[in-house]
């Protein structure tokens, strides 16, 4: 089979599982959304109303960002536990073809997962906020900021599968390093807002670059960083956590899972 015809059964797969569970996908990405909005409306308890507006487009794409991360660490990552437990691995083995090609499909779900909840989200926090935020200043900006963010959260994905394959990872572990990496990754709050200690941790953290970029296309405010030194680290980031992940995988689905077999997230 060739690899084009491989990649097209890949993506089929993907859309068609989507398609069928999509009443399922819908009402858990509409339960996440309502979910979050008992964090936001708890959070804008203690913020002066006149102040909501500016904040609100902060908050906005601070959790759309932060539902990228999430959403590829479980549907990626987190997708080694169901392929194991179908019996895809050996399956895909026989085949020849790559579990990491199997993952990578994944996107399509992380895509529509987001695409969803995004208007969800918009209409709670427009109705919480009023008409006179503004939630774009400059679109490039935010295309960019997501799509080194999609870039970014996938590679971290297929790495946390690799490696669960070959050590297994508590799935618990994963919902505590999505939390801290909320806040800690400079997705939440700007990296300008952290205390000094915690900027320095943020900035060694990837996620907190597309963050800035993307917060910077909402709303027009200065970056941490200089903008063009932002734009460059953003690519040169996204490009190498992409490399690491592909290296990463083969490395070990070439020399230690034909030998030894796999572990999954979720498996002790």
Not at 105 to 122: A, E, Q
Not at 216 to 245: D, E, H, K, R
Request: net charge positive; with cysteine; charged share 10%.
């Amino acid at each position: 089979m060739s690899s084009l015809l491989k990649l097209r059964a890949l993506l089929y797969l993907h859309a068609l599982r989507t398609w069928r569970f999509k009443y399922t996908f819908i009402n858990s990405t509409i339960n996440m959304a309502l979910w979050m909005a008992i964090f936001i409306i708890g959070a804008l308890i203690f913020v002066p109303s006149s102040e909501i507006p500016e904040i609100a487009p902060y908050m906005f794409w601070g959790i759309i960002l932060w539902t990228v991360l999430s959403s590829s660490v479980w549907s990626v990552g987190g997708w080694a536990w169901f392929i194991l437990s179908l019996g895809m691995y050996e399956e895909h083995t026989i085949h020849n073809t790559s579990i990491m090609s199997l993952l990578s499909g994944r996107t399509i779900t992380v895509v529509t997962d987001t695409v969803l909840i995004t208007p969800v989200l918009y209409f709670l926090i427009r109705k919480l906020s009023g008409p006179t935020a503004s939630y774009v200043s400059h679109p490039i900006a935010i295309i960019g900021g997501l799509a080194t963010m999609f870039v970014m959260a996938l590679s971290y994905g297929l790495m946390l599968s690799a490696i669960s394959f070959r050590i297994g990872v508590p799935g618990t572990l994963l919902d505590i390093s999505n939390f801290l990496l909320l806040v800690l990754g400079g997705i939440a709050i700007p990296v300008s807002k952290l205390p000094p200690l915690m900027r320095y941790a943020a900035l060694a953290i990837p996620f907190s670059y597309p963050s800035e970029l993307t917060r910077y296309g909402a709303t027009g405010a200065m970056t941490y960083l200089p903008l063009q030194l932002l734009v460059l680290l953003n690519f040169i980031i996204a490009t190498s956590m992409l490399a690491c992940a592909l290296l990463i995988y083969r490395r070990i689905e070439n020399s230690y899972l034909r030998k030894y077999g796999p572990r999954a997230i979720g498996r002790m």
